[in-house]
């Protein structure tokens, strides 16, 4: 089974801190994807890596950076925390040949900013 | 532009079946998934379409029909397990990026 672990299911941080979420994969999958969850608006794509070293930008990339220096590590940083990204992040990773492979989902981490 | 609608909340009778719409516009589209959401847990791949028609799965079934931009989930045997959130996700190219709707929540009641 792929296992997706994210550092923290909870974290508290505040206004102007630098955070970093971490997310692990272990399938050797080459996707990875970082997504914020909130009510009403389903799940948006910040940032995602096709593969080691290399990130686009999703549909809110403002205000966040990743890194993916490992494969099967990809972190988000929130360069200076605000409260408007008090959110649930989900960070997700698939196979990169096959289209129709799905996402795999790690459990998310709640973050709030005070 | 990309736009992927389905219903917010639906409430259905153990035992019974429920359809679950899902209607987008998206370019490039090239597949729909869905997936399922229990309350603080993570996303779990239910389904995946590209070509038109019905995939059954179990109690599960998914269907498409990409000249409607329209997609349903079929949920059959109603368990009181499947109240959760239920996601419609479109692929778009030949990336994997999916672009999500908001999710259509589900109460399954006695």
């Known amino acids: 089974d792929v296992k997706v672990t994210q550092s923290s299911r909870y974290l508290v941080k505040r206004t102007g801190e630098k955070v970093f979420l971490e997310c692990v994969q272990d399938?050797?999958?080459?996707?990875m994807f970082w997504y914020r969850q909130d009510p009403g608006l389903g799940l948006r794509l910040i940032y995602f890596s096709y593969d080691v070293k290399m990130k686009e930008k999703g549909d809110i990339p403002e205000g966040y950076s990743v890194s993916r220096e490992k494969k099967e590590r990809f972190s988000l940083i929130l360069e200076s925390a605000s409260t408007n990204q008090t959110s649930m992040y989900l960070c997700?990773?698939?196979?990169?040949?096959?289209?129709?492979?799905?996402?795999?989902f790690g459990d998310g981490t709640r973050l709030s900013i005070l | 532009g990309q736009n992927i609608d389905q219903p917010t909340e639906m409430t259905a009778t153990e035992g019974a079946i429920v359809q679950i719409n899902c209607t987008y516009q998206?370019?490039?589209?090239?597949?729909l998934f869905w997936y399922q959401q229990h309350a603080g847990e993570a996303p779990t791949f239910l389904s995946y379409n590209v070509l038109d028609g019905l995939e059954e799965k179990g109690r599960f079934s998914s269907f498409l029909s990409r000249s409607k931009g329209y997609s349903y989930l079929l949920l059959k045997e109603l368990q009181m397990k499947d109240s959760a959130s239920y996601l419609c996700?479109?692929?778009?190219?030949?990336?994997?990026?999916?672009?999500f709707g908001q999710g259509t929540t589900l109460q399954v009641k006695p």
């Open positions: 998206t370019s490039g589209f090239n597949g």
């Open positions: 997700a990773s698939k196979r990169a040949e096959v289209g129709s492979q799905p996402q795999h």
């Open positions: 399938m050797d999958h080459e996707n």
């Open positions: 996700a479109a692929r778009s190219g030949n990336t994997g990026k999916l672009i």
